[in-house]
């Protein structure tokens, strides 16, 4: 109620929607962050109009709202491209992701997934970079590509280990496991199992 502009109260909803984000917090209700949008989008402040764009695209995928979404990040991925900002990109392709995992378009998720991972890798964060890479694996067994999965995870691994992320690496276990019983390969997913308790 203090807040006497109309940028300062988009700014406050920007943030507010943000930190909420980042505190796994699922805000569903776009009433908030739609003022953030409503002041960005027609400024040519990039950097705020993608911010506004991408958590809107967040909300709406919080309440399955994946059309919207997909709209918003499609904005988001405009303002991240005139501003070459990799981590946003890998953000906007890893959501676009999982947007298109829940609709069943298996082809676009891996698409995605493969653009996610890029841009992470650009941008240099380990964390992303892990995060993406499972996803791109998980990615591969949608489209029923399992040895392209087993790759990807072998690849994980490997990074992990160099990386010293035990956490990966056990995610990374779990699914080469999960993908050998996808192949019917029941015994060898039984010792990477039996590895991953170890």
């Known amino acids: 109620d ?42 040519n402040e990039h950097h705020y109009a993608m911010l506004a764009h991408y958590y809107h695209a967040v909300v709406n995928f919080n ?3 994946f059309a919207t979404s997909s709209i918003s990040c499609l904005e988001a991925e405009k303002h991240a491209l005139d501003l070459n900002n990799h981590q946003y990109l890998g953000m906007i392709y890893s959501l676009m992701m999982y947007i298109h995992n829940y609709s069943y378009n298996f082809d676009e998720e891996l698409i995605c997934a493969q653009k996610s991972l890029e841009h992470f890798q650009k941008h240099g964060d380990e964390k992303y970079i892990g995060n993406a890479m499972l996803g791109l694996a998980r990615s591969f067994n949608n489209n029923s590509l399992p040895d392209s999965s087993l790759a990807q995870y072998e690849q994980i691994s490997e990074y992990a280990k160099v990386k010293q992320d035990t956490m990966l690496l056990c995610r990374s276990l779990a699914g080469y496991a999960h993908t050998l019983r996808l192949k019917y390969r029941f015994s060898d997913a039984k010792n990477v199992l039996v590895s991953l308790l170890d």
């Open 2 to 43: 203090d807040l006497t502009t109309d940028r300062g109260r988009a700014m406050h909803a920007l943030l507010l929607s943000q930190a909420y984000d980042k505190n796994y917090i699922d805000l569903t209700d776009d009433s908030l962050i739609t003022i953030a949008v409503d002041y960005f989008a027609p400024t």
């Open 63 to 65: 309440a399955n709202e």
